[in-house]
Nanobody
């Protein structure tokens, strides 16, 4: 059974850091691509970052490039999202999702197969 469980969210001041985790079970991260998305109240789900199977290639939204880093912890079958220099506009529920297809449209939510339940990130002073 495929399952994704996000953790690591919380309240942080502007300029602070958080590390989100997406623990995968029912499959290994060598077999799927993983995307991180976020959704703020009243807004559409937005692609944040993406890593291809096994961690070969990664992509970032322009809004987070240079501040966020996606990686794979193979020992724990977990995808990590290190978020630095956080801004109030980063506030959202962050979700991870699996994608078995390929192609460069990684930021389109409809292309993903399984989703986690999300973790709340709030950036506020």
């Amino acid at each position: 059974q495929v399952q994704l469980v996000e953790s690591g969210g919380g309240l942080v001041q502007p300029g602070g850091s958080l590390r989100l985790s997406c623990a995968a079970s029912g499959f290994t991260l060598d077999t799927v691509n993983i995307g991180w998305f976020r959704q703020a109240p009243g807004k559409e789900r937005e692609g944040v970052s993406y890593i291809t199977r096994g961690g070969r290639t990664s992509y970032y939204a322009d809004s987070v490039k240079g501040r966020f880093t996606i990686s794979i912890d193979k020992a724990n079958n977990t995808v990590l999202l290190q978020m630095n220099s956080l801004k109030p506009e980063d506030t959202a529920v962050y979700l991870c999702a699996t994608r078995t297809g390929i192609g460069r449209s990684w930021y389109i939510p409809g292309l993903y197969d399984y989703w986690g339940q999300g973790t709340q990130v709030t950036v506020s002073s």
